[in-house]
């Protein structure tokens, strides 16, 4: 089993829809959890952290669930400049890092 | 703002040469990491570095080498490039190891192809 794993999608969603994606990891140890936005051709960049308690930032939620190990990225009213590949990232108190191998969004007029 | 940079963007090398990949940042960030991204397999960690002439070796490092001499730069070395290392490499570095300071800002990347 991979240590992060992420539904590779595409997921195509009409704009305005709501979307989530989920991302299980398998090391129990693992601490910090980031979701990470990629565009095409482009370098990932930070789309937000994910705490314990949950994370708003506008139309974007992310969640962790500790006891099922996944964390989630929940994007409400998609817009057209969503369309991306969102990469989950989970580090472990032993250094492991890990990146998923993304989830790709296409948002459809 | 942070800034990642790669000396090249796109490299065009032969079988068995020596490759160089450069990376500098310029926030003084402690640690300093190169991935290469496949499509399919996403990002991949090859090699990391908590602080100068320090390096660990992440999940896929056979074929590659690294030399932190410096904090801002971490360099990249492909010993005698081969066909399979073709690839998008990805340099990143982050501030620190726990928290928000783990935190990765990456650079634009190195398309390299090996014929």
């Known amino acids: 089993r991979k240590e992060v794993e992420q539904d590779p999608g595409p997921f195509n969603v009409p704009e305005g829809a709501t979307v989530a994606f989920n991302c299980t990891y398998s090391n129990s140890a693992s601490q910090s959890f980031f979701w990470y936005r990629q565009d095409c051709r482009k370098e990932p960049k930070l789309l937000m952290s994910?705490?314990?308690s949950g994370n708003e930032d506008g139309r974007f939620t992310a969640q962790l669930n500790r006891a099922s190990q996944y964390i989630s990225l929940l994007i409400r009213d998609s817009k057209l400049s969503d369309s991306a590949t969102y990469l989950c990232?989970?580090?472990?108190?032993?250094?492991?890092?890990?990146f998923g191998q993304g989830t790709t969004l296409q948002v459809k007029p | 703002d942070v800034k990642v940079t790669q000396s090249s963007r796109y490299l065009v090398k032969r079988t068995g040469e020596k490759v160089f990949l450069e990376c500098v940042q310029d926030?003084?960030?402690?640690?300093m990491f190169w991935y290469r991204q496949d499509p399919g397999l996403g990002l991949r960690l090859i090699y990391f570095s908590y602080d100068v002439k320090m390096k660990e070796k992440g999940d896929i490092p056979e074929g590659y080498s690294v030399s932190r001499e410096k904090k801002e730069r971490f360099s990249l070395i492909l010993e005698s490039a081969s066909t399979n290392q073709t690839s998008m490499y990805l340099c990143a570095s982050s501030l620190g190891t726990s928290g928000a300071q783990e935190t990765q800002y990456f650079g634009p990347g190195t398309r390299l192809l090996v014929l």
């Open positions: 926030m003084d960030h402690e640690n």
């Open positions: 990232f989970g580090s472990s108190n032993t250094g492991k890092l890990i």
């Open positions: 994910v705490y314990s």
